[in-house]
């Protein structure tokens, strides 16, 4: 007796599980985007660094621009790690992204992400810098080519002969290479007359301020310092090299580049350290990603207004508008548009 009733509790109790599990999925059923009730949509952005000014500025603002939408949004650094980045892929898809915004510290070593996330059902969108030879679905970036020749014109401009230094990004990123394409574009005619005398072109890898500070030093010894032009990829190379003018009194006597307006850039070209910076506001780059991230989860088009062959493919691009700012303008366009303060910028001298 004693036996049957155990294996009835047991028959009953089997039978208590299967309707509390069938009870459990039905409350836990998801609806047909793949969240439950009440659950918000959300966005997965691998970023290469947030090391940079920049970057830390574009996060706040996707956060915003998620939050005032009714999405969530989850980030990762890789901190110029290919590797890294890769497995902080896995590690958003696990969570359940519902498209990814990718800032590839490779552009040519990042197909595995797009493959990746495409297994999962999940849309990919380059951020700045393209995803090479992948099945891309977007892609939200400045022309990196017309910012190079940007920076190229205005040094011809001021600098019409001489001797030129050229410090490029990180050979791993595809934005340094049509930036230094860009330059050679408007450079070369002046190269082939003999106006103008490359005597020294680098990669800096990962854009480190310090290695740019290292070939500018390199530069200005094996030329005397007679050196009339350092174009610089970004405002934290630019710094690097006019660390390297400063330790010879050479700051403001040599034209120099950069891009990005950072705070140390804009405070540069106020202090005469430094020519120009080539701005691309953060708002519309951060905008347009969110945007296009929110109509692809949506299941919308998004609106783009160019192609960008990566390789794979011709690419939806929205391509945005980047401006050269100087001394001369920087109050009606960096600070006026809030990216910097003027406070900040200016100092003592406003």
């Not at 896995?90 to 992400?113: H, K, M, R, T």
Request: charged share 25%; aromatic share 6%.
């Amino acid at each position: 007796m004693k036996k049957h009733f155990k294996q009835a509790a047991a028959v009953l109790m089997a039978a208590c599980l299967i309707l509390a599990g069938c009870s459990t999925a039905s409350s836990d059923e998801k609806k047909e985007d793949g969240k439950k009730d009440g659950e918000k949509p959300l966005i997965g952005v691998l970023f290469r660094t947030l090391a940079e000014e920049k970057w830390t500025k574009e996060k706040d603002m996707m956060i915003e621009l998620a939050e005032k939408e009714g999405y969530e949004v989850v980030f990762q650094s890789a901190n110029d790690d290919v590797s890294k980045q890769l497995s902080q892929c896995e590690n958003l898809l696990a969570q359940g992204v519902d498209a990814l915004i990718v800032l590839p510290v490779d552009d040519g070593s990042s197909e595995p992400i797009v493959e990746k996330a495409h297994a999962e059902d999940v849309p990919v969108i380059s951020y700045d810098q393209i995803v090479l030879n992948a099945d891309l679905d977007y892609n939200v970036t400045f022309d990196s080519t017309e910012v190079g020749k940007k920076m190229a014109e205005y040094a011809v401009e001021k600098a019409p002969k001489g001797k030129y230094v050229l410090l490029c990004g990180g050979q791993a990123s595809n934005n340094a290479t049509l930036i230094k394409n860009g330059w050679h574009e408007i450079l070369d005619p002046y190269i082939e007359t003999g106006d103008i005398e490359v005597v020294y072109e680098q990669y800096c890898e990962n854009w480190s301020p310090e290695i740019a500070l290292q070939y500018a030093e390199d530069a200005l010894t094996a030329n005397n310092d007679d050196i009339q032009a350092i174009l610089c990829a970004n405002d934290n190379m630019a710094n690097g090299a006019i660390q390297a003018l400063t330790n010879k009194n050479l700051q403001g006597k040599v034209v120099v580049t950069g891009q990005d307006a950072d705070l140390l850039g804009c405070q540069n070209i106020v202090n005469g350290y430094q020519s120009l910076t080539v701005y691309k506001p953060s708002s519309a780059l951060s905008q347009a990603s969110m945007e296009a991230a929110f109509a692809l989860i949506k299941g919308e088009d998004v609106k783009t207004n160019a192609t960008m062959d990566n390789g794979y493919k011709e690419v939806p691009t929205v391509a945005l508008e980047s401006f050269v700012v100087d001394k001369d303008n920087i109050d009606d366009t960096i600070i006026k548009d809030g990216y910097q303060s003027k406070e900040e910028v200016y100092g003592d001298k406003k």
